[in-house]
């Protein structure tokens, strides 16, 4: 008998059950833990958006199976989104489908496209499913470096992006983009992505963009869809996600859209997985992107002001971290009496020394080291307090 399964020996051990366990362990034991780990909304979800749900679950036939794709109203709801917020043009029976949230696509996307040996680019750090999907349909992996200590340079991404292509034997299937990033934080514009799809046709590799965080940005600057690119639905898909937008979550709702033969894929092997999400939870989603978006705003308002308390409270404890554009997350060097000590152990220590969790660089990837990510995800009162914790380690 195998002493282990394949798939499950291509997959490392996870970085973040150490830290996790310290945290119960101290959580059991009465601590208070500030925890900025995970990054797990804590809004509540908007009421309009339950009251859908509520008025729908109790009409009959919900209970049913529902439609593995997405329900038409939803398919459309979201094509409509695309329509006003990137001017993307999106056929709802072709061009659309709905996921069980974005993670879940991506790894379905990667079991429809991957034959075992494909070689994948990823870049690193990443969130995990991005190469571990792949990963687990029995891809190779090519890492793209994305920052160099601690700053993007688009121009030496691109390049190495050519050459990673080039060198490539056989040639990748795809390519993974995501930005805002989890956990960089870093933002592309149009520009980057124009380059992006230039050198995909050029190699004819396709695209996987995942754009969680389209609407969780500050300053007034959003950031632009993959997909906004003259012809770039010829090799791309993207995927965005109700989890962040509407503090959804544990609703398990997302969406793939673009390329037709990667939605025809993802669209077959998952009529054979799944019948759809709960139908109540597709009306509420639909529900969501239709009606007011002044919920939106205000979401992404508490993620700003915390970014802005984040970042003044940490500087005045002693530790400077760059202001996220995007995203949920800071991405915080790690200050210079632990560098030579690493993430991990840094991460443990903020732990137990100042009950403050935060997720250690190197759980995204070789390339993490040296950083931890920071989740927007506790209030400014309780991010005041981390940073006077954090004072006292550093002094
Ligand atoms: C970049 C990125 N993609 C996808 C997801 C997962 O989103 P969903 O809840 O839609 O599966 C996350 C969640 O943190 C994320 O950060």
């Not at 939803?74 to 329509?83: D, G, M, T, V």
């Not at 009529?271 to 705003?297: I, R």
């Not at 220590?349 to 506790?378: C, Q, S, W």
């Amino acid at each position: 008998m195998a002493e282990e399964f394949d798939r499950i020996r291509r997959l490392p051990p996870y970085v973040f059950s150490e830290v996790n366990r310290i945290k119960a362990d101290l959580r059991s034991k009465g601590e208070d833990i500030i925890d900025f780990g995970m990054g797990n909304p804590d809004m509540p979800t908007p009421s309009h958006i339950i009251e859908k749900l509520k008025e729908t679950v109790i009409k009959p036939g919900t209970g049913r199976y529902s439609v593995s794709r997405g329900i038409p109203g939803l398919r459309k709801a979201q094509s409509k989104y695309y329509k006003k917020r990137f001017n993307v043009n999106l056929d709802p029976e072709k061009e659309v489908i709905v996921t069980l949230g974005s993670k879940e696509g991506l790894a379905n996307l990667a079991q429809a496209m991957t034959t075992p040996g494909d070689i994948i680019l990823s870049p690193n750090p990443s969130y995990p499913i991005h190469p571990y999907g792949f990963i687990i349909a029995g891809a190779s992996l090519r890492h793209l470096p994305t920052m160099d200590d601690g700053i993007f340079n688009p121009e030496l991404f691109l390049e190495r992006l050519d050459r990673s292509i080039r060198h490539s034997s056989p040639k990748p299937v795809a390519l993974i983009v995501s930005f805002p990033s989890n956990p960089t934080a870093q933002v592309v514009g149009l520009d980057f992505y124009e380059e992006v799809v230039k050198i995909a046709r050029k190699h004819k590799t396709y695209i996987l963009s995942d754009l969680a965080y389209a609407e969780i940005y500050f300053d007034g600057k959003p950031p632009p869809s993959i997909l906004q690119v003259k012809n770039a639905k010829n090799i791309a898909v993207e995927f965005t996600s109700m989890s962040k937008t509407y503090a959804m979550a544990g609703w398990r709702i997302g969406f793939a859209v673009g390329n037709q033969k990667l939605i025809a894929a993802l669209t077959k092997i998952k009529s054979y997985l799944d019948y759809g999400a709960f139908t109540p939870v597709q009306v509420a989603a639909a529900a969501a992107l239709n009606g007011p978006q002044k919920c939106v705003s205000e979401i992404r308002s508490i993620y700003q002001g915390r970014r802005d308390v984040l970042i003044e409270s940490m500087s005045r404890a002693g530790w400077n971290i760059p202001s996220p554009e995007a995203s949920m997350f800071a991405w915080a060097p790690i200050p210079t009496k632990y560098k030579k000590k690493g993430s991990l152990k840094f991460a443990k220590d903020l732990m137990t020394k100042a009950h403050v969790a935060v997720a250690p660089g190197i759980a995204f990837g070789e390339y993490g080291e040296g950083f931890v990510r920071i989740g927007l995800v506790e209030n400014e009162q309780r991010i005041r307090q981390a940073a006077k914790n954090i004072k006292k380690l550093l002094l």
